[in-house]
């Protein structure tokens, strides 16, 4: 079982829908996630943390983290295509030494 | 405030050279992480570094693979004898360590071995 598992897509919606990204994990240690995003080519970019129970908004974007069934989850508002890019989960593993990724999930916001 | 710097930005390399990857964190930064991520993968843990130590290496490959974080200079990630599938995205990662310390990383090396 990997250790933080993605859906990689691609998952397409519509301009100015809301899209939602999921996540699982399998270290019932893990404390603090992550939602980077990557565009082709480029190096992830920090978007969303989040420790706690419950949800955090941002801006159009929302994370959500559920520690009792292991699952974190993103929530784009209002799309654009400029969303458009490969979203990474990630988890503090190993006692919190190392950031572990999920393999992505391509998000494709059509006009 | 500079972010993490990485270079080269692109490395070329026949089989059988040495491949040497170097990272500077983001001032104020203490602790590296180097990952890497192959075509259609995602992100793959390979070594953290805090300045002089090694503190996990779980993800580097048994052999040919190396990595240090001098007192003084950039960390560097070395391949003796590269083979083809070590052409990849390596990216570095830096932060101050603290507890659910996030981490922002650098442009990555794109190493093509030929």
């Known amino acids: 079982q990997k250790e933080v598992e993605q859906n990689s897509g691609p998952l397409s919606v519509p301009e100015g829908a809301i899209a939602s990204l999921n996540c699982t994990y399998s270290d019932r240690v893990s404390q603090s996630f992550f939602w980077y995003r990557q565009y082709s080519g480029k190096s992830p970019e920090l978007i969303m943390s989040i420790y706690s129970n419950g949800d955090k908004e941002d801006g159009r974007f929302t994370a959500q983290l559920n520690k009792a069934s292991q699952y974190v989850s993103l929530l784009i508002r209002d799309s654009q295509p400029s969303d458009s890019a490969t979203y990474l989960c990630?988890?503090?593993?190993?006692?919190?030494?190392?950031?572990?990724f999920g393999t992505g999930t391509q998000l494709k916001v059509e006009l | 405030n500079a972010g993490v710097m990485q270079n080269p930005r692109h490395l070329v390399r026949r089989r059988g050279q040495e491949a040497r990857l170097r990272c500077s964190p983001m001032?104020?930064?203490?602790?590296v992480y180097w990952y890497r991520q192959l075509p259609e993968e995602g992100l793959k843990f390979m070594v953290y570094l805090q300045k002089e130590n090694i503190i996990d290496e779980s993800g580097m490959p048994k052999e040919r693979f190396s990595a240090e974080f001098p007192k003084e200079g950039p960390s560097i990630l070395r391949i003796q004898q590269v083979v083809r599938g070590d052409s990849a995205a390596y990216f570095c990662?830096?932060?101050?360590?603290?507890?659910?310390?996030?981490?922002?990383f650098g442009s990555g090396t794109q190493l093509s071995v030929l």
């Open positions: 001032k104020g930064h203490s602790h």
């Open positions: 990662a830096s932060s101050r360590g603290q507890e659910n310390e996030k981490l922002f």
């Open positions: 990630a988890a503090l593993t190993g006692g919190g030494n190392k950031l572990t």
